[in-house]
């Protein structure tokens, strides 16, 4: 398939062929024509296969299309939320790239940086605005920013968004939007307890995926090193020098873990910088860019910081301790083998952690193969892993059987040049009730008691968020 079979308009074209790609990635080639047609769209989506160009190309497509809507003050028509800082900056740097040719202003808000420059890029109103939830909703009380004309959402690694601590910022700002909107999640996995909750946020979704969720990406080559924990940080390093690595990016499971660790492999001449929430900003955005730029050999991140940053070519990546989620594990060696290119992922394991090795390759279903380094074995070995996992049930995707009196999909709300279907006329937060049977009534009363974003009951989208995970409760940032 071509790019220009997918109908999106010239300047678009012109954008992508400057980028160098010539067709589709399979979930751009799927969630495109979808999201063109007006439709909610949930896309799983591993990291690194073009999900940011999957929904931000037939977002400008609409843009430039469909008028601005008549209006005074400080309106967004799009907004992205990403759950980093990191994938905030690089979403809105997509959004710009492709839309060098098109009449787009593009505005990133995050935390961690001066508000009043955020406040000014958003006076007369922006066409995308991308965003982390905190500074967002701070944005909005001080009345820098109104969704009033907001036509379309997008919640970018959704399931880390809906995750534990987003989740009430998250339903405080789909509050302030208009129910009449075009919704669009894209998540590496979802699970079912994500699934459930992405179904009170999205109206009735075309589901699409590419891959079967929780795999990992085939292209990364993925070993353990059996090691002993206190000899981690030579091992490491003796990885790094011997086999002469560059561009290393390593997972810490602590930030205090990860200053650490930077410290001993610069004292032993190997540079690396730490990421992670404790660092200011300024600190994150240095680390980033110099070793984007090769000026670093070794960057050590915690999973918030490193959450879907999109490094060309990067060769390596070191889980140098298992991450306590097994979720988590398929993100982290993301981070490699993406587009397409060949990577390595080594994890390095002590016997203290069998359990979460377990998990993961549970998860991923398979077993990982391992190693052990010479001059660095273990003294506590590590037991053997399951040998047989139960065969991955394929996700038939879900198709929108609602049809408008046309026969023809629902359309975009708030298009302006596509009708409107009657059932897309109210309730979109709401998916508890049948389609035809939504009504604004019934949507605000559903709304208040139980559906909240304080709410805990059993069964709640609260609850579902918190049973989802077992491990310690996750750092967040705004
Ligand atoms: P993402 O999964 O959105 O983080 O994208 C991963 C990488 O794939 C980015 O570096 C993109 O520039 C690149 N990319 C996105 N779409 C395509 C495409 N159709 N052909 C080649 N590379 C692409």
Known sequence: MLFTELGLSQPI??????????EPSPIQAKAIPEVLQGRDVMAAAQTGT??????????????????KPAHKGNQARVLVLTPTRELAAQVAESVKTYSRFLKIKTAVVFGGVGINPQMQQLRGGVDVLVATPGRLL??????????????????????RMLDMGFIHDIRRIIKLLPKKRQTLMFSATFSNDIRQLAKTIVYQPVEV???PPNSTVDAVAQKL???EKTAKSQVLTHLIQSNDWFQVLVFSRTKHGANRLAKQLTARGVEAAAIHGNKSQGARTRALADFKQNKLRVLVATDIAARGIDIDLLPHVVNFDLPQVAEDYVHRIGRTGRAGASGEAISLVSHDEFKLLTDIERLIKKQIPREELEGFEPINNLPASQTEFKAQKPNKPKRNRNRNAS??????????????GSSDSAGRNESTQKPGRRSKKSTSRKRKPGGGRNSSQPGSAGSAAGRRRSGPPRAREG
Request: hydrophobic share 35%; no cysteine; charged share 25%.
């Open 225 to 227: 090193i059996v090691v």
């Open 138 to 159: 701070d944005l909005h009380s001080q009345n820098a920013v109104q969704f009033d004309k907001l036509e379309m959402l997008v919640l970018d690694e959704a399931d």
């Open 407 to 420: 026969g023809k999909p629902g359309s975009r709300p708030g298009g302006k040049s596509e009708g409107r």
């Open 209 to 211: 995926s590419v891959s």
């Open 50 to 67: 073009g999900k940011t160009a999957g929904f931000t190309l037939p977002i400008l497509h609409y843009l430039s299309t469909h008028d």
């Open 13 to 22: 074209l012109e954008a992508i062929a400057e980028e160098g790609y010539t």
